[in-house]
């Protein structure tokens, strides 16, 4: 069965954007890149593609990515209607749609359909990108936390799980720290293979 990887920037504050939904904050470190690029090279939007040379890279890890509107958002602000055209692409709110065939703007369960998603065959897992309302409810699906900690604190913003108090317990499998001051720890969840 494949898993969901919630694999994001975050703050030491635990938050993925600022109040408005703004991420442009998040420094892009060279040693970050240069650890991460080869093993999550589908998680470049395509605007960033062709400047690293990533145009003609397989997918590594995931083959499909999900995302709340407001991370879909600054995509469209840039006029960017597919930003993850390498990848399938699910965005979820309940209010609004789409006018890109690629991106599957949906009002559907996000637990529903990334349960039949996980269903399907592939040697590639699924990437949740963002959105801190559908990380919560997402969260019971989430196998595996990516997470990349910003020596940044904001004080207020969107945090990683919005959603109502509920535990779910993760098990740290490996850390990295880099000269710039950013680690990366990923999390499996706790029972789960990892």
């Known amino acids: 069965m494949r898993s969901l990887t919630y694999y ?37 939007p395509v605007q960033g593609r062709k400047a690293l040379g990533l145009e003609d890279v397989p997918n590594r890890r995931f083959d499909t990515v999900l995302m709340g509107w407001g991370t879909y958002l600054p995509a469209l602000g840039e006029g960017i209607t597919s930003p993850y055209p390498h990848l399938e692409q699910y965005v979820f709110s309940r209010t609004r749609t789409g006018t890109d065939p690629s991106v599957r703007v949906t009002a559907e369960d996000p637990v529903t359909v990334v349960r039949e998603l996980k269903r399907r065959e ?5 990437w949740l990108c963002g959105g801190g309302k559908l990380a919560a409810a997402l969260r019971p699906e989430i196998d595996e936390l990516v997470i990349k900690r910003n020596p940044i604190v904001l004080g207020s913003g969107i945090p990683l799980f919005d959603g109502p108090f509920e535990p779910f317990r993760f098990t740290p499998v490996a850390t990295r720290a880099f000269d710039s001051g950013v680690s990366v720890t990923r999390y499996t969840r706790a029972g789960a293979d990892g």
Not at 12 to 31: H, R
Not at 122 to 126: M, V, Y
């Open 122 to 126: 592939s040697d590639l897992g699924i």
């Open 8 to 44: 994001v920037a975050v703050t030491l504050d635990g938050f993925i954007a600022a109040p408005d939904g703004g991420f442009g904050f998040f420094p892009i470190e060279p040693d970050v890149t240069e650890a991460l690029l080869p093993e999550y090279p589908e998680a470049v």
